[in-house]
C-alpha cells in the first residue's frame, strides 16, 4: 500500500507506461509496475512468517524467476516464446525439485494413478495454463487482483483447516499474497492510477497454480476436505479464469487464428458490451465465482463426473448467451448505421 504512490511516481518520471491501444479499455497513459508492489508484499511477509518447507521454498523460486519475465515485459516487452520459457523453468523447479504435481485423476474418466511421465506432462500443462489464464482476465481495473484475492481466499481456508503438517502452511501462501493483493487493489480500482501488468499478473497465476495443485493432493492424501472430488472442486474454484481462457482460445481457433493473437472478445469485454461499467462487471464477475465456489463446495458428494459435467454444462450455455447477445449487439450497430446513411 505504501509503496504504489512511489512506483506510479517514478514510472510517470521514467516515462515507463502503458500506451492505449485497439483491445484495451483504458484511455490514459498508465504504469503497468503494480505488480512489483505486490510481489514485494507477499515475498516479504512470507518469508518473515512462513514455514519454507513441503514445495514454499521451491515455489518462491519460480515465482522470483516469473517476477523478473514479467517485469522486463512490462518495461520493454518480450515474445511469448520467451515468457513461455520462463514459465516452463518456474514450473519445473515446483515439480523436479519439490516433487509438486498431480499424481492421480482420482477416478474421473476412469482414471487413477497416473504414469509419472503423464503425471509431470499433466501437471506441466496445469501450471502453465492457470498461469496464463490468470494473465489473460488482467483486462479491467481490479479484475485480476478481485478474482485471485476470492480464489486465494478459498484455499487458504482449507489448507487452515485441513491441511495439518503437510499442506497446512500453504495457508501461509494464500494469506500473505491476498494481503499483498489487497494493499495493491486500493489503487487499482476504476479509474486506476496503475495496473498490475505482467509483473503482478504471471506471479499470481503461478502461485494460484501451485495452490490449485496442492489443493488437489491434499484431497487425495489427507482425505478432507472433499475426498476424491477435489480435482472438480478446484476446477469450480477457479471457473471465471479457466472459462474466459478456454472460451477465447475456441472462438479464435474457430476463427483461423492463432490463439494468442490478441482481441477484446474477453469475457469482461463482452459484459462491458452489454453496457455495465468496468467496477460493475468486476463485481459481476467476482461474484459468479463465488456462485460457482458455493455450488461446488455443496454438491461436491456427487463427484467429479456429475461435477465436471454440470460446469460443463453451464459454461456452453454462458457461450451461447453471450454469443447471442454479441450478435444482437452487432445487428443494431448494423441497423444504426444504415440509418445514418
Given at each position: 500500500m505504501f509503496a504504489v504512490p512511489s512506483i506510479i511516481y517514478i514510472a510517470h518520471l521514467k516515462n515507463m507506461l502503458d500506451t492505449p491501444n485497439g483491445r484495451t479499455v483504458h484511455q490514459s497513459l498508465t504504469p503497468r509496475l503494480g505488480g512489483v508492489a505486490v510481489f514485494a508484499g507477499f515475498m516479504s511477509a512470507l518469508t518473515i512468517f512462513a514455514p519454507l518447507r513441503n514445495g514454499v521454498q521451491e515455489m518462491?523460486?519460480?515465482?522470483?524467476?516469473?517476477?523478473?519475465?514479467?517485469?522486463?515485459?512490462?518495461?520493454?516487452?518480450?515474445?511469448?516464446?520467451?515468457?513461455?520459457?520462463?514459465?516452463?523453468?518456474?514450473?519445473?523447479?515446483?515439480?523436479?525439485?519439490?516433487d509438486v504435481r498431480i499424481t492421480s485423476f482420482q477416478g474421473i474418466l476412469g482414471i487413477g494413478t497416473l504414469p509419472v511421465g503423464v503425471s509431470y506432462a499433466f501437471t506441466l500443462g496445469v501450471i502453465v495454463g492457470v498461469t496464463n489464464a490468470i494473465n489473460l482476465i488482467d483486462g479491467l481495473d481490479g479484475l485480476a487482483g478481485t478474482i485471485v484475492s476470492i480464489i486465494c481466499c478459498t484455499f487458504g481456508y482449507y489448507f487452515y483447516t485441513y491441511g495439518g503438517p503437510s499442506y497446512g502452511n500453504y495457508v501461509y501462501v494464500a494469506v500473505c499474497l491476498v494481503g499483498g493483493l489487497f494493499g495493491f487493489l486500493r489503487y487499482n480500482f476504476h479509474r486506476a492510477p496503475i495496473f498490475m501488468g505482467d509483473t503482478g499478473s504471471l506471479v499470481c497465476g503461478f502461485i494460484v497454480s501451485?495452490?490449485?495443485?496442492?489443493?488437489?493432493?491434499?484431497?487425495?492424501?489427507?482425505?478432507?476436505?472433499?475426498?476424491?472430488?477435489?480435482?472438480?472442486?478446484?476446477?469450480?474454484?477457479?471457473?471465471?479464469?479457466?472459462?474466459?481462457?478456454?472460451?477465447?482460445?475456441?472462438?479464435?481457433?474457430?476463427?483461423?487464428?492463432?490463439?494468442?493473437?490478441?482481441?477484446?472478445?474477453?469475457?469482461?469485454?463482452?459484459?462491458?458490451?452489454?453496457?455495465?461499467?468496468?467496477?460493475?462487471?468486476?463485481?459481476?464477475?467476482?461474484?459468479?465465482?463465488?456462485?460457482?465456489?458455493?455450488?461446488?463446495?455443496?454438491?461436491?458428494?456427487?463427484?467429479?463426473?456429475i461435477l465436471i459435467a454440470a460446469l460443463?454444462?453451464?459454461?456452453?450455455?454462458?457461450?451461447?448467451?453471450?454469443?447471442?447477445?454479441?450478435?444482437?449487439?452487432?445487428?443494431?450497430?448494423?441497423?444504426?448505421?444504415?440509418?445514418?446513411?
Open positions: 518462491l523460486a519460480g515465482c522470483i524467476i516469473l517476477f523478473f519475465v514479467g517485469l522486463k515485459d512490462d518495461l520493454v516487452g518480450m515474445s511469448v516464446a520467451k515468457k513461455f520459457v520462463g514459465q516452463l523453468l518456474a514450473t519445473g523447479i515446483v515439480m523436479i525439485m519439490a501451485v495452490l490449485a495443485i496442492q489443493f488437489i493432493e491434499m484431497g487425495l492424501h489427507v482425505g478432507q476436505p472433499f475426498g476424491s472430488a477435489a480435482p472438480s472442486v478446484a476446477v469450480g474454484i477457479l471457473f471465471v479464469p479457466l472459462f474466459d481462457t478456454l472460451r477465447v482460445f475456441s472462438l479464435r481457433m474457430l476463427a483461423g487464428k492463432s490463439p494468442f493473437s490478441p482481441d477484446k472478445n474477453h469475457i469482461h469485454h463482452r459484459i462491458l458490451a452489454m453496457g455495465f461499467q468496468q467496477i460493475s462487471t468486476v463485481l459481476l464477475l467476482g461474484l459468479l465465482n463465488v456462485l460457482v465456489i458455493l455450488f461446488v463446495i455443496r454438491f461436491a458428494y456427487l463427484g467429479n463426473t460443463a454444462v453451464f459454461s456452453a450455455l454462458l457461450s451461447i448467451f453471450f454469443g447471442v447477445y454479441q450478435s444482437r449487439i452487432s445487428r443494431r450497430q448494423l441497423l444504426a448505421a444504415e440509418n445514418g446513411n
